[in-house]
Nanobody, 116 residues
Framework: QVQLVESGGGLVQAGGSLTLHCTAT????????MGWYRQAPGKERDLVAY???????SYGDSVQGRFTISRDNTKKEVFLQMNDLKPEDTGVYYC??????????WGRGTQVTVSS
């Protein structure tokens, strides 16, 4: 099964930026739609952005205009550029297929903490 490894998280002040990386062990062209999910403390994991194989992207209302998802099918990577971060963006971020019912095994995720 495909393995996904997320990285790039960290501690940042409100208004700051981070870029998350996701590396897959299989060629991304095997997967139509990839997404980034966020699990805030004490909450369920939610899809915040996704991108299709042909690079059509969509965003949740809470991140629209601040986050940008991209993918490099040749390098088996998915990215999430996060700008103007807010404390409510805090959580563990995971990449996987989207929607969630298509998701395979979850990686460890990467922690993002935004201080006010």
């Amino acid at each position: 099964q495909v393995q996904l490894v997320e990285s790039g998280g960290g501690l940042v002040q409100a208004g700051g930026s981070l870029t998350l990386h996701c590396t897959a062990t299989e060629h991304l062209l095997n997967f139509n739609t990839m997404g980034w999910y966020r699990q805030a403390p004490g909450k369920e994991r939610d899809l915040v952005a996704y991108i299709t194989k042909i690079y059509d992207a969509s965003y949740g209302d809470s991140v629209q205009g601040r986050f940008t998802i991209s993918r490099d099918n040749t390098k088996k990577e998915v990215f999430l550029q996060m700008n103007d971060l807010k404390p409510e963006d805090t959580g563990v971020y995971y990449c996987n297929q989207a929607p969630s019912w298509r998701a395979g095994p979850w990686g460890r995720g990467t922690q993002v903490t935004v201080s006010s």
